[in-house]
Structures are given as C-alpha cells and as structure tokens.
C-alpha cells in the first residue's frame, strides 16, 4: 500500500474508534499499536515502551498536574465559592449582575487552574442554582457557566498552551501573555450578552406585568468584606503572571510555587489540612492528571506512528501544495479544527494534527504564536458544541434536570460570539500579538 492509502485506512479507523465511544487515549493506542504491527519492523515494536517515554520526557510537562493541583485545590474549599460571591456583590447592580458574576468568576478560576472542565464545575456548582433561582431560564444559566468554563483553555496558565508550545517549539510564556487579551475580551463578550438578554427579560417582564424575580442588596460594608477572602488569590495570580512573563522561572517551576502557594493559602484560610479535607484534592488531581497524561502519551505515539509510515508528510505536501489563498488556507484548518472538536479533546487534537498544519501556516506566513491562540479559541467551541461538548455533559452532571435541547439553545448565541471573535482575532492579529511582542522584544 502507498503511504497514502495507508494514511486514509489510518484515519477511517482512528474515527470509527473514537467514535465507538471508546476512550480517547485507548482508542488512539489501539489504532496507532495495530499499524505499528502491520506495517512497521518488529523492532519498533520491542522499542514501543521507550518510544512513549521519549515523547512524555519534558520537564514542561510538570506543569500540567501541577496547575491542575491548583485548580482542585480551589475547586474542592471554599475558595471558588468566595471567588464567585466576591465578584457577585460588586456587580449585582449591573443588569444581568450575577451572570456577568459567573463569567468574572470564571476567568479569575481559569487563571487559577488552566482547564476547562473544572472551570464549568466549580463555578456551575455554585453559579446555576443561584441564577436559576432568581429567573434565569434554565438554558442561559448552563449555557453561560458552559461557555464561560471554555476560558480554562485561554487564559493563562492554559494546559492547551503548553502542550501547543511543546510541539510547535515555541516559547510557551509568549503564548501565555498571548492570551490574556483575548481572554479578557472573550469575557466581556460574554458579560455584554448576559446583560443584553437580561436587561430585555426585565423589560419584557415590567411589560407583561409579570413579578420580576428579587434582587439583592449590598451595603457598601459587606462589599468591602468580601475582598480579603478574594485577595489571596489575586494575589498568587499576580506571583504567578510576574514570575513567569519577568523571566524568573519555567512554567513548570511556576506552576509548583502557584500549587505550593495555592495549598498554603487554602490550609491557612480555610483550614484544609486534615487528611479527610486534603485527600479528594490529591485524588481528584490524581485521576485527571492520568487522564490527560494518558491521552498525551497516546497521541504522541499516534504522531509517531504517521510520522514513520509517511503519513504526516504526505499530508503537509498535498495541504502545502494546494493553490489556495491564506485565508482560504487558515478557513478550512479552522473548519478541521471545528469538526475534530467534536469528538476529540483540545490535547488529542493539538498533538494529532498539528505538525501536519503548521508547515502551510508558516508557509502560509501565519505567526505561530498567533495561530496558537486562534486554534485554542476554535478549539473552545467543541468544548460546547454537540455531538460531544464536554462542558454540556459536566452541565448536565451539575443540574440533571436541564434538559440537553435546553442547554444546547442557551449555548448557541455563545458559539456564535467565539466564532465570530475568531473571525476579528483574524482581520487584527494585533489583538493578541502586540501584548507579547511589547513584553518580549
């Protein structure tokens, strides 16, 4: 068989195992194993254990479990819920005040831990109950905490960004400072929308002459006392940021002082130190570092698999030498990254098809670091989008009584916004490059 057609059979089954339900990580083990076996020398068999280890032997990889430890260890105190309530009390006057809460709560927990997942989670937990009970229909309020749990991925420290930095060999605390405008105005995006469609819900309500739901009340004292339980954490968001984008350290050393700090912090001020509070934190970091540590390991051997049968580089010749324009060239990656979004993790779909786009977008003239964050944007949509959207299943485990129909309307205006801020990132790279180029040259 040509590379080509052996290329195609490839990708058929790694899609139809994927798509069997199977788990990521075993269906790209599986699938990368059987053609090692069939079309491969026995010794790259007797090698596989070592070819797995060279690809997960990189200390930047520390930096994943790492932030995912600070990340549970907010997640499973009462950190996230001050967090949020903090944020809450100083914009409850705005229309659509504790929606516009959860978005602000959700971008300060992402700066916190770096995954989308347990952004909608920690967040959702607390954030759909309370907007549910006080009028926001079911749809929004899981729309909103769904969409704003896909900021996990882009505000830094983002995991998507520092596995993106591994393969494409560039310098992760650009990527990092690359996304903090971006993020920033995804946020606000969101916040506007909350408060349009809030805003209208009272208007129709006073019109209709129905009972709007009741507001809170905060004295200008109960404000101010909540800061001090938001303060911390600002403030290791802060060491964190001036740490890594100053040059002082790696990001897998910053990620050990973020989730040294972030324990100390949540020991001293919430008096998480017996076994019983500690343990759910370090299991919980546990199962979802293996997780995704799985998954990396198997993807890796999956982009050693096409790279050895000459797969990958027959797909960058044939993609390289098609005579499209730029823009033609970045809408249909953007449309690949869409689809495989689907079904597939950012992680899987990062080290699975990256090193097969990313020589036409340099040809291309695309700036790594740009396409970097432009890719993780496209990225979060398949974090929402049916037929898998990760967050609407962690939305669905938070409140069972949301039905999916309802939960996919609320999430679709959401979609749209990302799409179409994918589209200005497009028309003004600047918005995310000029951040990183200030700080770097």
């Known amino acids: 068989m040509t590379p080509h057609e052996i290329g195609i059979l490839f990708v058929v089954v790694a899609l139809i195992l994927l798509l069997s339900g199977m788990p990521v990580a075993f269906a790209l083990g599986s699938v990368s194993v059987t053609f090692m076996l069939a079309f491969m020398p026995p010794a790259n068999i007797a090698d596989l254990a070592e070819t797995i280890y060279q690809g997960m032997d990189n200390f930047t990889l520390l930096a994943i479990p790492l932030f995912i430890l600070m990340g549970d260890a907010v997640g499973k105190t009462g950190a996230a819920s001050d967090l949020y309530e903090s944020a809450y009390r100083w914009l409850y006057r705005l229309p659509g005040g504790l929606g516009i809460a959860n978005v602000i709560g959700c971008a300060i927990f992402a700066a916190m831990c770096g995954s989308s997942t347990a952004t909608a989670a920690a967040i959702g937990a607390m954030g759909i109950p309370e907007m549910r009970k006080r009028g926001y229909p079911a749809g929004l309020a899981g729309g909103l905490v769904a969409a704003g749990g896909t900021l996990g991925i882009l505000i830094p420290p983002s995991i998507t960004f520092i596995l993106y930095g591994i393969v494409v060999e560039q310098s992760i605390g650009q990527l990092f400072i690359a996304g903090i405008v971006p993020g920033i105005l995804l946020a606000l995006l969101f916040a506007i929308w909350v408060a349009f469609k809030s805003h209208r819900g009272q208007r129709r309500a006073a019109i209709d002459g129905t009972a709007a739901a009741p507001r809170d009340t905060f004295t200008l004292r109960e404000r101010v006392q909540a800061l001090p339980r938001l303060l911390p954490f600002i403030v290791i968001i802060t060491v964190v940021m001036v740490t890594l984008y100053g040059g002082f350290a790696t990001p897998s050393e910053v990620a050990g002082v973020g989730a040294l ?181």
């Open 261 to 441: 700090a972030t324990i100390i912090v949540v020991a001293i001020v919430y008096r998480v130190y017996h076994w019983s509070d500690v343990k759910p934190i370090l299991v919980g970091t546990a199962r979802e570092s293996c997780m995704l540590m799985m998954i990396i390991a198997m993807a890796f051997l999956f982009t050693y698999v096409m790279s050895y049968l000459h797969i990958t580089q027959e797909a960058t010749q044939w993609l390289v030498g098609l005579s499209m324009s730029r823009w033609e060239y970045l809408f249909w990656v953007d449309v690949l990254v869409l689809l495989l979004g689907f079904f597939l993790p950012p992680v899987a779909i990062i080290l699975m098809i990256t090193p097969v786009i990313m020589p036409g977008l340099v040809a291309h003239g695309f700036d790594p670091v740009w396409f970097g964050v432009n890719m993780t944007i496209v990225m979060e949509t398949g974090l929402i989008h049916p037929p898998v959207g990760l967050n609407l299943f962690v939305i669905q485990g938070i409140a069972p009584d949301i039905h999916l129909r309802e939960l996919v309307l609320g999430v679709l205006p959401f979609i749209a916004i990302i799409l179409a801020f994918v589209v200005l990132l497009s028309a003004f790279p600047q918005v995310a490059l000029w951040l990183p180029r200030a700080f770097f040259h």
